[in-house]
T-cell receptor
Framework: GQQLNQSPQSMFIQEGEDVSMNCTSS?????WLWYKQDPGEGPVLLIA?????ELTSNGRLTAQFGITRKDSFLNISASIPSDVGIYFC??????????????FGTGTRLTIIP | DGGITQSPKYLFRKEGQNVTLSCEQN?????MYWYRQDPGQGLRLIYY???????QKGDIAEGYSVSREKKESFPLTVTSAQKNPTAFYLC?????????????FGSGTRLTVV
């Protein structure tokens, strides 16, 4: 099955730094979602994007739906210790309409260095 | 509060044994999903069900079985045919329009073969 290409695979940053990650696909998506997974827990939805070019914020998090419909970006500003975890992008593939399931990215693991 | 409950949180199995992971939701969601997560490999779809008494294989269904006799429940059986069952298993559900709302995940079951 298809998986989205997410980069970087891992990030090591200091508290207070900004973070950027992205997700790309060879196929067009009409919905992009960003999830965060804490260690040993299930992913939790952070942001949902529904239109090409859309820019949406949730506190210190900002995500964008790429205008080509083939990519999405997530930025975290002024990182704090609780931002540690794995971030997943997910997309709904147009060809799956009527057979609804998401396609997930490979994840970006964020670690904050003391 | 509505949500998805996975049990147990940790499960140990001897080689050659079948084991069943429980997933219950009280969100009145139509669709339910099982994912497997291995370190560095993201989420891989095992089985999914969009309505009661119907389910479809995902990308890695070999060695697994499911049932969907009730809307609220979607148990996963890991059979002895699964060659490498040690992993973190995640159950999820969606309203049916994953396009709009994405998935709600449970907190996972970590299965270890001893």
């Amino acid at each position: 099955g298809q998986q989205l290409n997410q980069s970087p695979q891992s990030m090591f940053i200091q508290e207070g730094e900004d973070v950027s990650m992205n997700c790309t696909s060879s196929s067009i998506f009409n919905t992009w979602l960003w999830y965060k997974q804490d260690p040993g827990e299930g992913p939790v939805l952070l942001i949902a994007l529904y239109k090409a070019g859309e820019l949406t914020s949730n506190g210190r998090l900002t995500a964008q739906f790429g205008i080509t419909r083939k990519d999405s970006f997530l930025n975290i500003s002024a990182s704090i210790p609780s931002d540690v975890g794995i971030y997943f992008c997910a997309g709904f593939l147009i060809s799956n309409f009527g057979n609804e399931k998401l396609t997930f990215g490979t994840g970006t693991r964020l670690t904050i260095i003391p | 509060d509505g949500g998805i409950t996975q049990s147990p949180k940790y499960l140990f199995r001897k080689e050659g044994q079948n084991v069943t992971l429980s997933c219950e939701q009280n969100l009145n969601h139509d669709a339910m999903y099982w994912y497997r997560q291995d370190p560095g490999q993201g989420l891989r779809l095992i089985y999914y069900s969009q309505i009661v008494n119907d389910f479809q294989k995902g990308d890695i269904a070999e060695g697994y079985s499911v049932s969907r006799e009730k809307k609220e429940s979607f148990p996963l059986t890991v059979t002895s045919a699964q060659k490498n069952p040690t992993a973190f298993y995640l159950c999820a559900s969606s309203v049916g329009a994953a396009l709009l709302y994405g998935y709600t995940f449970g907190s996972g079951t970590r299965l270890t073969v001893v």
